[in-house]
């Protein structure tokens, strides 16, 4: 199993210096959030459906995975932190991420209690998360909300 963490970590690197800089921008965040979504969608779309000990699309899941997160993870932060004050940040960033905490903290509950029923159920929420999250840029991108430029620190 640590095979895998090691090879997603290895992935992410990679793409946080390659593919990250290529593709993100706070003015067009569409296309890196869409396509990490996707790609979060594929890679739990692919634990669903893969046959059991399919080791290949195993390393295919943990790859999607690991381009996924290069792209959602720095582009959701980048966002955050454009959206507040500069003087107002540090306060508000900790504020949000209490709230996440508290939001996301049932959801391992809840994924025992659909793994209990079927295996494949937490990866089916995972994905209809997903693609809430596809959705909510696609939502963000036609309202035309944009980032603003960022403030100059005194």
């Given at each position: 199993?640590?095979?895998?963490?090691?090879?997603?970590?290895?992935?992410?690197?990679?793409?946080?210096f390659v593919l990250g800089p290529r593709?993100?921008?706070?003015y067009h965040f569409r296309l890196p959030l869409w396509m990490g979504f996707a790609a979060y969608f594929?890679?739990?779309?692919?634990?669903?459906?893969?046959?059991?000990?399919?080791?290949?699309l195993m390393?295919?899941?943990v790859a999607l995975e690991g381009v996924a997160?290069?792209?959602?993870?720095?582009?959701?932060?980048?966002?955050?932190?454009?959206?507040m004050e500069t003087k107002e940040r540090a306060r508000i960033s900790a504020m949000v991420y209490?709230?996440?905490?508290v939001l996301t903290s049932p959801?391992?509950?809840?994924?025992?209690?659909?793994s209990a029923m079927d295996r494949s159920l937490p990866f089916a929420l995972n994905m209809v998360l997903f693609a809430i999250g596809f959705g909510l840029v696609w939502l963000i991108g036609r309202l035309g909300i944009?980032?603003?430029p960022a403030e100059k620190v005194e």
């Amino acid at each position: 199993i640590s095979t895998y963490v090691a090879l997603r970590s290895i992935i992410m690197t990679f793409c946080f210096f390659v593919l990250g800089p290529r593709l993100t921008s706070v003015y067009h965040f569409r296309l890196p959030l869409w396509m990490g979504f996707a790609a979060y969608f594929g890679s739990q779309a692919l634990l669903v459906f893969m046959a059991p000990r399919a080791v290949p699309l195993m390393v295919l899941s943990v790859a999607l995975e690991g381009v996924a997160a290069a792209l959602v993870s720095p582009m959701t932060e980048s966002l955050l932190a454009l959206a507040m004050e500069t003087k107002e940040r540090a306060r508000i960033s900790a504020m949000v991420y209490v709230v996440l905490i508290v939001l996301t903290s049932p959801f391992g509950w809840i994924a025992g209690q659909l793994s209990a029923m079927d295996r494949s159920l937490p990866f089916a929420l995972n994905m209809v998360l997903f693609a809430i999250g596809f959705g909510l840029v696609w939502l963000i991108g036609r309202l035309g909300i944009h980032a603003r430029p960022a403030e100059k620190v005194e």
